[in-house]
């Protein structure tokens, strides 16, 4: 008992207690040495660039796009100096902006737009303004010290010179989507960047976009801007590839110049030797300016409620009956299955009608007898309609499909659309649910029935008609492009050509169905068509090529559409100015605005009739079959 109360004497408990005092205060030592010890040596390096990076902030930097050029070194594609205005991540950010919200005249829209694109990339400044107006950057330059968390930062913007003009084909870039990050096309992109959203600009987003760089800021604890820090520290940009086009910037200028601003419609020029664009035009256009950085709501539901839908790109994302000037594309067929011979007139004379294949068909006038070249001048339905019961529905179709007329032409645009072309006689039981009679051929043999073109592919197919070899490459805008893709061609002979082009040669003759339109200077040939539209007036069609003389081979192939132009003799004039203007430049001709005598009588100018009287001059036909 005793041995037990000395062990319980107030001097054995402070003995007790110091002892695991010391053990304790040991085990906090061990504790803090060893979190000591992984904090600055074994996790030290990690630690420091923590704490760096809580004082600096990664600022990405655009990449300059590549310039795109025409081929004469016109710039369609630029870059010019664009101001963001940001504001650094902080606690007082709320407070900050409702001060900023007067100086740079943010709008509710602006600044919800703001807020959501910040929501997917907090570690990053919000961009407030995308394309600061220059007022706005003046402003905040004023007050820079009542607003330190404000940054305005310079970047390559894109703009295109000629505006309207060039629309539809060169596209605009905007800021990448949700949606576009997760294809598998844009997976090493970043949210925020800058992408081709239509047009040229999203064709070669990968030759044009560059890579883009990063610079550092440092920020104090509130998030105020301290300094830039070295631009070592940071990654420049890697500026985008340039673009050359084969088009024609004068050209496509003075296309949208004289354009009849009453009608919609598109007109495309192409080089028959090369498959290059040399011009493209879709009317009614609009300002692809709008859209850098994010197009307004209000300009935005101003574009789209348009009844006229200026967006659509009527030249590759539209389909129309091709009407009488698919009558070419027939009688190539006919030449190639040698059905015909181009000089026998057809057993049936056209009296305004023909009774063929158990239906009655009528033609627009009475033209008698008629062959080759005259079903071509005459554009006579009744000459076209024995043409096309001479090959048949089944033949006509399976031609139709060798030729590539159910495929788009693949042009280098990513909105090109399908031709409409019967693969067989299926389609009828598949989409009408009937069986066709052989009497569908009447239809097809004059452009009407289930048959639509895009202004691209008619362009397209009558260029090769015309080509020594029965076809051209694809048509393609960008020199870049690469190896055009090799496309089914018409077999005709040079002989057979020879009768087409003499066809052709006298639609633009006196007499003809677009004689007014005339091009003294240069062998111009061409074909109307009107073609039936579901209401109004009939829409019309005009495809025209010129040389330098009879017998060369045409140089530039021009296909125009007008919707409710009644006939394609309103768009023929156009056709041949545009023609007119490239040729004149291209031999170095003095220029004459309204060279026909249908513009010069439009315009009230002085008509020489000794120029447009003269006789039709076809070249030497070329021997052999």
């Not at 207690?17 to 979190?35: C, D, N």
């Not at 005249?105 to 694109?117: K, P, V």
């Not at 004068?250 to 009453?262: G, T, V, W």
């Not at 009558?327 to 063929?356: F, R």
Request: charged fraction near 25%.
């Amino acid at each position: 008992m005793q041995r037990t109360g000395r062990l319980s004497t107030p001097r054995a408990q402070r003995v007790r207690r110091s002892r695991a005092a010391r053990v304790i205060i040991v085990a906090v030592i061990i504790f803090l040495g060893t979190a000591l010890f992984r904090l600055q040596v074994l996790r030290g390096e990690e630690n420091i660039v923590r704490a760096q990076n809580y004082r600096m902030r990664q600022l990405p930097i655009p990449a300059p796009r590549g310039t795109i050029y025409d081929r004469h070194g016109r710039v369609l594609a630029e870059n010019v100096p664009g101001f963001q205005i940001l504001i650094m991540p902080s606690d007082s950010m709320d407070a900050q902006i409702e001060r900023l919200r007067p100086v740079l005249r943010l709008t509710d829209a602006q600044l919800e737009r703001a807020r959501r694109r910040w929501q997917r990339q907090k570690h990053l400044p919000m961009v407030l303004l995308q394309d600061a107006p220059p007022e706005a950057v003046a402003a905040i330059a004023e007050r820079r010290a009542q607003f330190p968390s404000v940054l305005v930062h310079q970047y390559a913007k894109r703009r295109y010179p000629a505006g309207e003009a060039i629309a539809h084909f060169i596209g605009y870039v905007s800021e990448i989507s949700e949606q576009e990050l997760a294809s598998p096309r844009f997976q090493n992109y970043e949210q925020g960047r800058w992408i081709g959203k239509a047009g040229l600009e999203r064709q070669y987003e990968e030759h044009l976009g560059g890579t883009p760089g990063y610079r550092y800021l440092e920020i104090d604890a509130r998030g105020r801007i301290q300094r830039w820090l070295p631009e070592e520290m940071g990654m420049p940009p890697v500026p985008g590839k340039d673009l050359h086009l084969y088009l024609d910037l004068d050209l496509q200028e003075y296309i949208a110049k004289i354009f009849p601003r009453n009608y919609e419609g598109a007109i495309v020029a192409i080089d028959p030797q090369t498959g290059g664009v040399l011009a493209y035009y879709s009317h009614p256009s609009y300002d692809p300016n709008l859209f850098i950085g994010g197009i307004s709501t209000e300009d935005f539901r101003i574009l789209n409620e348009d009844p006229r839908i200026p967006l659509l790109d009527r030249v590759v994302a539209s389909g129309q009956p091709a009407a009488s000037t698919w009558k070419l594309a027939v009688a190539g067929m006919a030449l190639d299955l040698g059905v015909i011979e181009p000089e026998e007139y057809m057993p049936i004379a056209c009296t305004g009608g023909i009774g063929l294949l158990g239906d009655y068909r009528r033609c627009h006038g009475v033209h008698g007898r008629q062959n080759l070249i005259e079903g071509i001048k005459n554009s006579c339905n009744v000459y076209f309609y024995q043409v096309g019961a001479r090959i048949g529905l089944r033949r006509m179709l399976e031609t139709g499909v060798r030729l590539g007329f159910n495929e788009p032409t693949g042009i280098d645009v990513p909105h090109e659309i399908d031709p409409n072309w019967p693969e067989g006689p299926d389609y009828w039981k598949r989409r009408f649910g009937y069986d066709p009679k052989e009497s569908e051929v009447l239809s097809l043999s004059i452009g009407q029935g289930p048959l639509n073109m895009t202004i691209i592919k008619l362009a397209h197919i009558y260029a090769a008609l015309t080509a020594p070899d029965g076809k051209v490459p694809a048509p393609r805008l960008a020199m870049e492009s690469g190896a055009p893709q090799d496309t089914a061609g018409f077999r005709t002979t040079p002989r057979g050509r020879w009768y087409l082009e003499a066809g052709m040669r006298r639609v633009v003759a006196p007499g003809g169905t677009a004689g007014r339109s005339r091009l003294p200077e240069w062998d111009f040939i061409g074909k109307t068509g009107p073609a039936q539209a579901p209401s109004g007036l009939d829409h019309g069609w005009f495809v025209g090529m010129g040389a330098k003389e009879p017998g060369a081979p045409p140089e530039i192939a021009v296909t125009m559409f007008l919707a409710h132009s009644e006939h394609g003799y309103t768009a023929s004039g156009y056709v041949a100015e545009a023609i007119n203007f490239y040729l004149s430049r291209k031999y170095g001709r003095p220029f004459k605005m309204f060279a026909t005598e249908r513009m010069r009588t439009q315009a009230g100018l002085p008509v020489d009739w000794s120029l447009f009287s003269r006789d039709v001059v076809d070249p030497p036909m070329p021997p052999g079959n």
